[in-house]
């Protein structure tokens, strides 16, 4: 699971602490890897909610805007410590999914955190994501590798190979990999017009 260090993981030997966090993913680090302007709009969709708002917030600046799609209202909690900022919009997944939660064709960014293994339907997102796509959107996958070390059931992961044919058939058009740690893949995707 992409996860923040929690209280009791502070508690470990600083040597332990180390070795365990080259296995999961530093939202600073993966945005840094891209090529994000000051000013651009990121909308986030996976589980937990809101694990790139802070660093996205930071990389966006004011001019910038970050949307956090939740479950539901209670999955929010996570980022109340963000509530202040005028450039975090949270808004159901439901909603964007629907293809109603904000105006269309206004994302430069989307990041996909664990979205493929947690949901009964990993396809079901491709449905909607074209609505706020721009012709210059990039998408970012980041989910579980297959191999069961931590995280969800291995019959529940999306291996690489899979992810790249689903956003594929989703008008996608795979670009990169991006450097990420043991337990994570990240892929790079653009919509296929882009590269016309």
Not at 47 to 74: H, M, S, Y
Not at 75 to 97: M, N, P, T, W, Y
Not at 164 to 172: A, E, F, P, Y
Not at 183 to 192: A, D, I, M
Request: hydrophobic share 40%; proline share 6%; charged share 20%.
């Amino acid at each position: 699971m992409l996860n923040r260090p929690t209280n009791s993981l502070k508690k470990l030997p600083s040597r332990v602490r180390s070795r365990m966090s080259h296995h999961f993913i530093s939202p600073t680090a993966i945005l840094s890897e891209l090529d994000i302007k000051e000013g651009d709009t990121i909308l986030e969709l996976g589980n937990p909610t809101g694990f790139f708002a802070q660093a996205a917030l930071e990389t966006v600046g004011r001019p910038g805007r970050v949307i956090v799609a939740g479950p539901n209202q209670d999955s929010f909690d996570r980022i109340g410590h963000l509530s202040d900022s005028r450039q975090l919009e949270k808004v159901l997944l439901a909603d964007v999914l629907l293809g109603r939660a904000f105006e269309h064709h206004a994302v430069d960014w989307v990041i996909l955190t664990n979205l493929l293994s947690s949901s009964v339907h990993p396809d079901h997102f491709c449905m909607s994501l074209d609505n706020y796509l721009k012709p210059t959107s990039q998408v970012i996958l980041l989910d579980w590798e297959t191999q069961p070390v931590a995280g969800p059931e291995a019959s529940r992961r999306v291996s690489r190979e899979a992810a790249v044919r689903l956003l594929t058939s989703c008008g996608m058009e795979f670009t990169r990999a991006l450097k990420t740690p043991g337990y994570h893949y990240g892929l790079v995707f653009k919509p296929k017009s882009q590269l016309n």
